[in-house]
């Protein structure tokens, strides 16, 4: 069992920026492919972002390209999305999520975390 815990959302004006750190436990985390979602209020959730288990292969949600940045640190266990020149539309709570294979964690991941705020005031 794999537990993710989300942190680094707060409050940002519209072009600024955030890092969100996930911090996973409970497991191998170097073989999970990881990922990011995101859910505003009244929305479904949606993938932002995501890596392999080795980071070699990375995606990205269209509107987020060229501004989010996905990384991971197997060495300490931990995933980051870097996120600049954040608008008020990437206002959500964002997830952190693990997957055995890179496909599965942009559709139906195995593990979620609890999520941390992100707030992007104009």
């Known amino acids: 069992q794999v537990q993710l815990v989300e942190s680094g959302g707060g409050l940002v004006q519209a072009g600024g920026s955030l890092r969100l750190s996930c911090a996973g436990s409970?497991?191998?985390?170097?073989?999970?492919?990881m990922g990011w979602f995101r859910q505003a209020p009244g929305k479904e959730r949606e993938f932002v972002a995501a890596i392999s288990w080795n980071g070699g292969i990375r995606d990205l949600l269209a509107s987020v390209k060229g501004r989010f940045t996905i990384s991971r640190d197997n060495a300490k266990n931990t995933v980051h999305l870097q996120m600049n020149s954040l608008k008020p539309e990437d206002t959500a709570v964002y997830y952190c999520?693990?997957?055995?294979?890179?496909?599965?964690?942009?559709?139906?991941?195995?593990?979620w975390g609890q999520g941390t705020q992100v707030t992007v005031s104009s």
């Open positions: 999520a693990a997957a055995t294979n890179s496909a599965k964690v942009k559709t139906t991941p195995d593990y």
């Open positions: 409970g497991g191998t985390f170097g073989i999970y492919a």
